[in-house]
């Protein structure tokens, strides 16, 4: 579901996991195989995975679609991915938002290890810098908006706006469609208001008009399965 992403002789093992538990008192460490590179950790009761830790091989990092907050030269040859994952007893519910929220949490926390290169999550085929993906994780978790360009991605194509990773919550990606046909600057704003809205509102079954806070009203049309046409009023 994610991964921090190290220069491949950079990875941490299980006593830096364990290490840093102790120093944030965030999450807790409840069980090792150090040697086969792999840890549970337990955050708000819910427990997780992490694999790929050191002496353990490294595992290759997916392929990132969609860069945030990262430099120019950024490339993903050379690095290599330890993994977290909800534990088994959250099969099935890794997408629902209070997992995520506690999910997203502890990946925060744990990008602030040593010489994290980006921090990807995966159903967006997303990588970001540990710093920025840090910050909005932590507005939205004080009470701020959905982070929209952490967890899910907006990518450009002509005259729309195409989300991905959205499905791994509601289950439907949308197109986003300029008025007239064409993208103006405030569409941008109007994508990300409409995924933050689609988050919070869930999936969309018949054509309906949603008015976006400070953002304008909005049409969206269901078209096949999970694809929304949204176009701008």
């Known amino acids: 579901m994610a991964a921090l992403l190290f220069d491949s002789n950079a990875r941490p093992d299980a006593s830096a996991i364990a290490a840093r538990a102790a120093a944030s008192a965030a999450y807790s460490v409840t069980h090792v195989e150090g040697a086969a590179g792999w840890v549970e950790v337990l955050r708000d009761g819910l427990t997780f ?24 030269d950024y490339a993903e040859q050379g690095l ?33 290890l040593p010489d994290v290169r980006a921090v990807a999550w995966l159903p967006a085929r997303l ?15 004080t009470g701020g ?27 439907q990606e949308f197109e986003l469609v300029g008025r007239d046909g064409v993208l103006r600057e ?22 309906r008009e949603v008015v976006l806070a400070g953002a304008g009203a909005v049409w969206l049309e269901p078209d096949g399965p999970g694809r929304l046409v949204a176009t701008c009023r």
């Open 127 to 141: 990588a970001v810098s540990a710093a920025w993906f840090a910050e909005a994780v932590g507005v939205w978790l």
């Open 186 to 207: 405030i569409d941008s704003r109007i994508a990300v208001r409409l995924t933050d809205w689609l988050v919070a509102h869930g999936r969309v079954d018949a054509g």
């Open 80 to 112: 290599a991915a330890v993994s977290i994952a909800p534990g088994p007893h959250l099969a099935g519910a890794e997408n629902l938002l209070p997992v995520v929220r506690v999910m997203a949490a502890l990946v925060a926390e744990l990008a602030a």
């Open 145 to 171: 908006p959905f982070p929209v360009l952490a967890l899910t991605a907006l990518a450009r194509s002509g005259s729309t706006f195409r989300s991905e990773g959205l499905g791994f919550f509601i289950g």
């Open 49 to 72: 995975d992490l694999g790929g830790l050191a002496p353990a091989a490294g595992a290759m990092p997916e392929a990132a679609a969609h860069l945030i907050g990262l430099p120019r």
